[in-house]
Every structure is written in structure tokens, then in C-alpha cells.
């Protein structure tokens, strides 16, 4: 079956920089890689997604990069800010059975320090 | 504006008794799933329903079960709550027909003493 390996498992930078959490999967037949953010306490919240077709997606200050032949992808966020501190997870997810499988990784705990 | 909401926030319960956990969805969403997360784990998926009345095991349905009569509502059932189960439990929808992403309730912590 599929495996998302995820890393940095934790990751602490100063307010401004940039964060960049990497996955990477072993089934080439994924399609779909959504991104959740869950804050302390709190529900997960898909926060970006990409689809196999696309290379990258903006959105603000959070991008995805994807690249099928290496089988990885990639989550960066700029201009860090304290609320940006939380648990992010990547996820894989290809058709299986004409239902659409999901892969969660472990999870990287961002701490954004002001 | 909540749209997947899970009856209890925490839970207690003896090892023994059997557990119900609750998930409604007011968004008309064909696709309803429960993970449970734990500390190192990640998010691992326990059953998942694709429509009414049906479901389907994930990857760690030992130990539990599932009931899904209307297209809202999506429980989780413990038979006999063993102190292993002690972990936060999520629920999720989203709808059918393609790749897109979840929308989570907000867990149920659950504690089996």
C-alpha cells in the first residue's frame, strides 16, 4: 500500500522566516496531496491541496510544490507568524475500488518563536 | 458555523462497557470517515462509510464497528472498551465523486480506565 513519510517531524523557526515541511510517497498512482493544519486543541483544516496535473499552488503565503517523478512534495510558508504555530500533515490519495484512498504522514509541530 | 459535529468533546469510560461515539454532518456529504490519533502515530483510519448503510473497514477496525443509517450521521461503536482504545478520536466527511479534501469534527478525547 501507499507510504507517506514525512520530516522534520518538529521544526522551530523565527517569526519571518520561511518553513518548509517535505513528504514524500511511494505510489506513483496518487493523484491528490492535501495539506492540514491542526492547532492545539483544535479540528485538522485543510489549509492547501494540489492535484498530480500541477506542478505548484500559491495561496498567500503557503505554497505546495509537487514532483511526480521523484515522488515528493512540499509545503513552504513565508513570512512565519506566531499563528502559524501547529501540527501540519501531508496526505497522498489515489482512486481505489472508485473511492479515493487516503495516506496521512505522522505530522510536523511547527513552532514559530516571536 | 460548525458543519461536522461530534457528540462528546471528552469521555471516561470502564474497560468493559460498550462505547458510542456520535458524528453528524450537515453539509450533505456522501463520504464519512473515523480516524484515531495518537502521540507518533499520526492520523490512522479505523472505518469508513462511502453511502447510507454501508461501510468499510480501514486500516485498524479491530475492536471497533460502525453504523451509518442516515446519510448525516456516522457512529462509532466500541463493543467492550479496552484501555488500549484510550486515544482522540476524528470524525470526517467529505463529499462523493472526486479528490478533495476532508472537513474534520473536533475530536472526542476519549479516557477507558
Known amino acids: 500500500g501507499e507510504n507517506v513519510e514525512q520530516h522534520p517531524s518538529t521544526l522551530s523557526v523565527q517569526e519571518g522566516d520561511s518553513a518548509v515541511i517535505k513528504c514524500t510517497y511511494s505510489?506513483?498512482?496518487?493523484?491528490?496531496f492535501p495539506w492540514y493544519k491542526q492547532e492545539l486543541g483544535k479540528r485538522p483544516q485543510l489549509i492547501i491541496d494540489?492535484?498530480?496535473?500541477?506542478g505548484e499552488k500559491k495561496d498567500q503565503r503557503i505554497a505546495v510544490t509537487l514532483n511526480k517523478t521523484a515522488k515528493h512534495f512540499s509545503l513552504h510558508i513565508t513570512e512565519t507568524q506566531p499563528e502559524d504555530s501547529a501540527v501540519y500533515f501531508c496526505?497522498?490519495?489515489?482512486?481505489?475500488?472508485?473511492?479515493?484512498?487516503?495516506?496521512f504522514g505522522i505530522g510536523t509541530k511547527l513552532q514559530v518563536i516571536p | 458555523d460548525v458543519k461536522v459535529t461530534q457528540s462528546s468533546r471528552y469521555l471516561v469510560k470502564r474497560t468493559g462497557e460498550k462505547v458510542f461515539l456520535e458524528c453528524v454532518q450537515d453539509?450533505?456529504?456522501?463520504?464519512m470517515f473515523w480516524y484515531r490519533q495518537d502521540p507518533g502515530l499520526g492520523l490512522r483510519l479505523i472505518y469508513f462509510s462511502y453511502d447510507v448503510k454501508m461501510k468499510e473497514k480501514g486500516d485498524i477496525p479491530e475492536g471497533y464497528s460502525v453504523s451509518r443509517e442516515k446519510k448525516e450521521r456516522f457512529s462509532l461503536i466500541l463493543e467492550s472498551a479496552s484501555t488500549n482504545q484510550t486515544s482522540m478520536y476524528l470524525c470526517?466527511?467529505?463529499?462523493?465523486?472526486?479528490?478533495?479534501?476532508?472537513?474534520f469534527g473536533s475530536g472526542t478525547r476519549l479516557t477507558v480506565v
Open positions: 494540489i492535484r498530480s496535473n500541477v
Open positions: 505510489d506513483s498512482a496518487s493523484n491528490y
Open positions: 453539509m450533505d456529504h456522501e463520504n
Open positions: 496526505a497522498a490519495s489515489k482512486n481505489s475500488g472508485g473511492y479515493q484512498k487516503v495516506t
Open positions: 470526517a466527511s467529505r463529499p462523493g465523486g472526486g479528490a478533495v479534501g476532508y472537513t
